[in-house]
């Protein structure tokens, strides 16, 4: 049988600069190109004001993380809280099954009542392997008393 390397640590991202990942980097690089753009469009106040927003929301989205996952997965999982209904009802309505209240008891007892498939043990498996093994030469213990029957 051939041997194979399982990989670990897949959920490990990969770093690029220092302990800066490519996810990090790029969400670091998109606020330098907001913070450039702010600086050429607005006054000096309002650019400190974006810069200041912009730094908290860098610092959110690429460095913080909450039970170990990043940050935009905790914000995902807020949004579709909230998206989901309140008040969950179970309806007992049956939609595509209707049931026959009509049938009589047995067929009832049938119908919920199945007994478990029959499970070889083990040494019912080995006697049925050395039957396959033999070509069917060896017949196999027929009787469970351990009656032997010859044949004259």
């Avoid at 607005?42 to 400190?48: E, N, Q, T």
């Avoid at 919920?112 to 070509?135: C, M, W, Y």
Wanted: charged share 20%.
């Amino acid at each position: 049988m051939q041997q194979f390397t399982v990989p670990q640590f897949i959920d490990v991202e990969a770093k690029i600069i220092g302990p800066i990942t490519v996810r990090q980097f790029i969400i670091m690089l998109a606020g330098v190109i907001v913070g450039a753009i702010s600086y050429k469009l607005f006054d000096f106040a309002l650019f400190i004001t974006v810069i200041i927003f912009s730094l908290i929301i860098i610092g959110l989205f690429g460095f913080i993380k909450i039970n170990g996952r990043p940050f935009h997965f905790f914000i995902l999982n807020i949004i579709q809280t909230i998206k989901r209904h309140r008040l969950r009802v179970w309806r007992n309505d049956l939609l595509s099954v209707h049931i026959n209240y009509e049938k009589d008891e047995t067929a009832k007892e049938k119908e919920f009542f199945q007994p478990p498939p029959k499970r070889h043990t083990t040494s019912k498996l080995a006697e049925l392997s050395l039957i396959v093994d033999t070509g069917g030469a060896y017949r196999g213990e027929e009787n469970k008393d351990n009656i032997e029957i010859k044949s004259v």
